[in-house]
């Protein structure tokens, strides 16, 4: 039986002597775990479109339960990314964070054009690493369930507030605040919390039209990693290695 995808490749791990598996995003299928044989063989013809971060055409074929790539063909390999390391350590990081919110079957478009919207913005687009790390960060929480409540203090209703609840997901006043001590909150602004609403609530086509000052885009993307990584319930060593790269003149840029 063959089967015809479209999908990101998410991850690339060794297997046996000359193969590997590719954890692929489509959008039909979910997350796919499928083998590439021959892959770390010399001049294969399935390292570009099979490579990290490519987007291609696979042609698959089942056998005793495991897909087999038959035919690879690359559809966008985001070049200018890779000529960037830091670049490409985040957007690395978003495919780690993208298969632990993929499901195996589970159909999820969605999810899969936020990562590639995301890309091609590190890419080709001349926006801060921190506004599409934000971008990502809270739209793919809202995409798996998360989406925080920002309608006001969840306590007393004050339209204003200024905490952000990252392990409930809701904003709390100063006032309130003041008369517990539990959880983790941290503060925001109004042109953070402005940009939370619209980055949850906007169309998909208009995720990277929004503005803000370089300190406020720099705590915003503070606020939303906190969140995803208190959801999710991890780390990511891609993450922590581009930290490790930050250069912040060009972060800013």
Do not use: W
Not at 67 to 93: C, M, V, W
């Amino acid at each position: 039986m063959y089967l015809t995808i479209h999908g990101l490749v998410l991850r690339v791990t060794a297997y046996k002597d000359q193969d590997a598996l590719l954890t692929v995003l489509t959008p039909d299928h979910g997350k796919l775990t499928v083998k590439a044989r021959g892959l770390r063989r010399k001049n294969s013809p399935l390292v570009a479109p099979c490579q990290l971060l490519a987007y291609g055409e696979f042609t698959l074929f089942e056998y005793r339960g495991m897909y087999t790539i038959n035919e690879a063909h690359a559809l966008e390999l985001f070049t200018p990314l890779r000529k960037d390391l830091q670049k490409l350590s985040l957007g690395t990081y978003f495919a780690q964070a993208a298969e632990l919110l993929s499901q195996e079957d589970l159909p999820n478009p969605e999810l899969l054009s936020l990562v590639l919207n995301c890309l091609y913005a590190l890419s080709k687009l001349n926006v801060s690493e921190y506004l599409v790390k934000s971008v990502f960060e809270l739209r793919g929480a809202c995409l798996a369930g998360y989406a925080p409540d920002l309608d006001g203090c969840h306590m007393c209703g004050a339209p204003y507030p200024n905490r952000f609840d990252i392990s409930q997901g809701c904003l709390v006043c100063t006032e309130c605040q003041n008369r517990t001590s539990e959880g983790i909150r941290l503060p925001i602004s109004s042109g953070i919390l402005d940009a939370m609403q619209y980055i949850c609530n906007c169309d998909s086509k208009r995720l990277f039209s929004f503005t803000a000052g370089a300190d406020t885009l720099e705590k915003l993307s503070s606020v939303t990693e906190s969140y995803l990584s208190t959801k999710l319930e991890r780390g990511f060593s891609a993450l922590d290695f581009y930290k490790s790269l930050m250069i912040p003149s060009d972060y800013l840029s």
